[in-house]
């Protein structure tokens, strides 16, 4: 988690708005129009009176410049800004439908300050205090009310089915039409099911999209169509590839510690035999620098047992094509040097160095690791190496499900010696749901578990934020979009 540029403190608000669990239908009309406020404007700001009515100054020199406003590029953010002489910071406290925010500029003083304020829902007023703090002790203060725009597309159905705190905001994003034409749609959903923040732009839906905030705060927003690095306020940073028709790049990508991007591809090997056409279709991972060349390559079909058929879905065949291997997942491992790849048909985790591109072991049945206590996941999504040896892996158990009659889903923990090779099970969740497919979960502080169960046979995806004692403490469903993994954060 990163430091952030501004501090965050939140805490409950009572203003009564749409209840986004209650009438998805009133939610859907919010999106145009706030019923509960018709005398505001749509979107701006309101002063409250001329500046000595809210101005505390211990200096008759001291009278900045200050503002605050709706953001003019995106709805849900207002901006703070302040010409100081001599310089100054800020203190800006906001008060509003969904939480109480306090921001402190941490840049220290300057002469000139903008800040931006994220986290807030569409088409509601927020109470804006803005102190400015001189170099020598002077203080100015104004107060406004800012509202803030309506969201350009009715997103998808979100419900709240078990209330409680978050302890953040909740990141997810999926492919969804936004008029006419299909959108990555990236969102941030505080504990109530609103959207606080919301990022898309056009893209191909043949894989779901992801996102997840980086160290500095801004994102990595993944589609099929690109990958980008943008602010909160929706600016591109980095673009590491747009789509160039080849189409290669699939299901997940993860940044390195020095800034290059691990993609999985998508590679094949023709095994086939006079009369009896056959491709395996494989997977590697390809290492991109900041100027988006290869520095280095992993592939599957070089380096595993291209015979090794562990059940019904590695021998899975659509025409002459076998979906061998089935990718889903590329993660980091906490020393920097390694990342690990998932390999859903395999039901391995397969470890690689960054540097040679070979294969450091293998986890799963199988693999290199005798397990000790507990039993293999299946069919696995989005393993995360976590420190103190363990891995978390969000556990399908697709063919032991359907072809089985076995169990269902879990988010299982290992505990993983590499000394000795040896591999203990040391904590599990059952899902209320099965999902034959897509998933994840992200380990939090005190043993929490947010779980995203993405492939549930009804069509709706569903979030869960699981206590370290396997209680649930927070869920909620989402229609609409396929969401393939979410990333619960304490700030935007």
């Known amino acids: 988690m990163r430091v952030p540029s501004l501090v965050l403190l939140l805490a409950a608000c009572t203003h009564q708005a749409v209840d986004p669990v209650e009438d998805e239908e009133v939610l859907a009309a919010a999106l145009v129009q706030d019923d509960l406020h018709p005398s505001l404007p749509q979107s701006g700001r309101i002063d409250l009176g001329p500046p000595e009515a809210h101005t505390q100054a211990s200096s008759d020199a001291f009278f900045p410049e200050l503002s605050a406003y709706a953001h003019p590029n995106h709805p849900l953010l207002i901006l703070v800004e302040a010409h100081c002489e001599p310089d ?18 941490s840049d220290g003083a300057a002469p000139h300050q903008r800040v931006v304020v994220p986290g807030l829902r569409q088409s509601s007023p927020y109470e804006v205090s803005v102190v400015a703090n001189g170099v020598y002790g002077e203080r100015f203060e104004r107060s406004y009310t800012v509202m803030t725009g309506a969201l350009d597309f009715v997103p998808p159905s979100r419900k709240v089915t078990t209330p409680g705190p978050l302890g953040g905001v909740l990141l997810t994003a999926g492919n969804y039409e936004i ?53 909160i306020e929706g600016n591109i940073k980095q673009r590491f590839w747009e789509r160039n028709g080849d189409g290669t790049w699939h299901h997940d990508a993860t940044e390195t510690p020095d800034g290059n991007l691990l993609a999985m591809v998508e590679e094949d090997l023709d095994v086939g035999t006079e009369g009896e056409p056959l491709v395996l279709i494989g997977d590697g ?101 976590l420190d103190g040896g363990e891995v978390l892996v969000y556990d399908n158990g697709t063919e ?26 040391t904590w599990s969740w059952d899902l209320p749901v099965y999902t034959p497919f ?11 578990v947010l779980v995203t169960a993405g492939g549930r046979l009804d069509g709706a995806g569903s979030f869960y934020l699981v206590g370290e004692g396997g209680e649930l403490m927070w869920a909620m469903n989402v229609r609409g979009t396929l969401v393939f993994r979410g990333m619960l954060t304490d700030h935007l």
């Open 400 to 425: 032991r499900h359907d072809f089985e009659g076995g169990a269902g889903t879990r988010v299982v923990k290992y505990r993983l010696d590499e000394t000795t090779m040896e591999a203990w099970q």
């Open 179 to 231: 008029e006419g034409t299909n959108q990555a749609l990236y969102m941030a959903i505080d504990n109530e099911g609103y959207v606080v923040w919301f990022h898309h732009f056009p893209s191909i839906a043949t894989m779901p999209p992801q996102i997840r905030q980086r160290e500095d705060g801004t994102f990595l927003l993944l589609s099929t169509s690109a990958a980008r690095i943008v602010d």
């Open 88 to 105: 100054c910071d800020l203190e800006i406290t906001v008060n509003g439908p969904g939480v109480v925010r306090r921001v402190i500029a």
């Open 438 to 448: 897509v998933g994840g979960a992200q380990a939090l502080e005190h043993g929490s």
């Open 285 to 385: 991972v390809a290492e991109y620098n900041r100027h988006n060349h290869i520095e280095q390559y992993w592939s599957s079909v070089e380096t595993l047992d291209t015979e090794r058929f562990p059940g019904p879905l590695a021998r899975m065949e659509i025409g002459h094509l076998r979906d061998w291997t089935h990718g889903n997942a590329v993660t980091m491992l906490p020393d920097g040097k390694r990342y690990a790849v998932s390999l859903r048909h395999q039901s391995h985790v397969v470890v690689i160095d960054r540097e040679t591109a070979e294969i450091e072991w293998i986890l799963g049945e199988g693999g290199d690791f005798d397990l000790m206590v507990g039993t293999w996941f299946n069919a696995q999504h989005d393993p995360s190496f």
